[in-house]
Structures are given as C-alpha cells and as structure tokens.
C-alpha cells in the first residue's frame, strides 16, 4: 500500500521556522516527482514547491521563494520542507503529494491532476 505521512507542523510565531517531513511507505520516493501543497482557510489548496524525481529541477511559488526550501533525503525516503521566515499568511494544511506519472528525471511543475499520491496534510499555524 503506498502511503504518504506528513509531520512538523504546529504553531509558530512570525518570523518562526518549521520543518515539515513527508514520509512514504510502500514506495521509493526518490522514483518521483513531490509536490508540497498548501490549503489555508477558506480558499483552494495551491501549489508552492515541488521536486523531481532526480532532485536537480526545484520550483517554488512566488509567495514563498527565498523562504522555503525543499530537499529530498533519500536515505530516509523522505522529503522535507524547511519554512522560515514564516508569515500568518503561510498559514493552512500543508500536503506532500507524489506524482508517479511523471517521466523519470523530468522537470516538476505543482500541478495538482499531476501528483495521483497524497498524504493526509499537517496544519501550520502561523500567529502571534
């Protein structure tokens, strides 16, 4: 059964930090592409980072780009998502997604019909 967990969010200050960890189960990780994504109250879930199977092509949505930084340790079959400089509009329910039809080595992109894995989500509270 592939199955994907996240884990390391909580409740964070502004200008805090958190590591979020998406394990998987049943399956290799770094055979593809993950996707972070992020839902925060009352508006849809949007993409903000992903990295292909390979880990040399990364994106990252304008709204976290010099803040975020996603990585792959493949010894734990695990990706993570180190958030600094956190801001309450960061807040929301953060998924990993895996994309499992993406070619092997080809550039990601966050499209969310793209990634057919998905964890359960941790929440992110970002406030004073």
């Known amino acids: 059964q592939l199955r994907l967990v996240e884990s390391g969010g909580g409740l964070v200050q502004p200008g805090g930090s958190l590591r979020l960890s998406c394990a998987a189960s049943g399956f290799t990780l770094d055979y593809y592409a993950i996707g972070w994504f992020r839902q925060a109250p009352g508006k849809e879930r949007e993409g903000i980072s992903c990295i292909n199977s390979s880990g040399g092509n990364i994106n990252y949505a304008d709204s976290v780009k010099g803040r975020f930084t996603i990585s792959r340790d493949n010894a734990k079959n695990t990706v993570l998502l180190q958030m600094n400089s956190l801001k309450p509009e960061d807040t929301g329910v953060y998924y990993c997604?895996?994309?499992?039809?993406?070619?092997?080595?080809?550039?990601?992109?966050?499209?969310?019909?793209?990634?057919?894995?998905w964890g359960q989500g941790t929440q992110v509270t970002v406030s004073s």
């Open positions: 997604a895996a994309g499992t039809t993406w070619a092997l080595g080809a550039p990601c992109a966050t499209l969310q019909y793209k990634y057919d894995h």
